[in-house]
């Protein structure tokens, strides 16, 4: 893509965000660009799928969702918000425990298209002390809010020695009209090898209740994970 028409797709992610009741991730054109990676590594000895969960930790959505991923055998990624991490400290402290690699979302979940450099650089280190104080797992992934990388909020990441990380799967769980069946179907539909899967474990940022559907959703994405012979593993 080129330069040119990438700010053009910026843009309208810009008037997209500001016009949205909920701030809602959107496909981030821009991040794959940057080299941001979408997927695994290549070539594990057998294939293999990331399930990750932003937005957390919640009260009601993450025990839901560790119950789940604990019957299941199975380990994720949660990308952590700072103002929740320090809302539900035993919370994310369940996470590590339970074997899960945590990663850093944000402090505040912001569009990185609204802030200054210093602004972004104060969130993410907020954000990281948050993570290992409460935690003591220093984070090495970063995933930006919406998915939204600039070329200054790159920067500031990777001045602060974070890996940044999208996705290339989602069950497009933010929105009011997800059901748990268009979550599993948007999630699973295309799942191959290598994908890495968005879901959320709280609905501070999205549509009211919606990680009840992605709870729902949860065992048939699972379920559909080992159906195909995938190995579900954490963000290397
Ligand atoms: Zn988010």
Redesign the pocket.
């Known amino acids: 893509m080129a330069l040119g028409k990438a700010m053009g797709v910026l843009g309208s992610v810009a008037a997209v965000t500001h016009a949205g009741p909920a701030?809602m991730?959107l496909f981030p054109p821009l991040a794959s660009l940057l080299g941001v990676p979408r997927t695994l590594p290549e070539a594990p000895s057998r294939p293999e799928v990331a399930i990750t969960f932003?937005?957390g930790p919640h009260p009601e959505g993450t025990p839901a969702v560790l119950d789940i991923l604990s019957d299941e055998g199975i380990l994720a990624t949660f990308?952590l918000?700072g103002e929740r991490v320090r809302a539900n400290p035993q919370l994310a402290q369940e996470i590590v425990e339970a074997g899960h690699k945590v990663a850093l979302?944000?402090d505040l979940?912001r569009n990185a298209l609204r802030l200054t450099g210093a602004q972004i650089r104060d969130d993410i280190a907020r954000a990281q002390a948050t993570i290992q104080d409460t935690t003591g797992v220093d984070p090495q992934l970063q995933?930006a809010?919406?998915g939204i990388y600039t070329p200054a909020f790159l920067r500031e990441v990777k001045r602060a020695g974070l890996q940044p990380w999208i996705w290339s799967q989602w069950g497009r769980d933010?929105r009011a009209r997800a059901t748990p069946e268009s979550i599993v179907k948007d999630a699973t539909a295309k799942l191959t090898p290598g994908d890495v899967v968005l879901l959320?474990d709280g609905d501070d940022?999205?549509a009211e209740g919606s990680h009840r559907r992605t709870v729902a959703a949860l065992p048939a994405i699972l379920n559909a994970v080992k159906a195909r012979s995938l190995d579900a593993v954490v963000l290397p």
């Open positions: 701030l991730p932003d937005d990308f918000v979302h944000c979940h995933r809010p919406l933010w959320h940022y999205s």
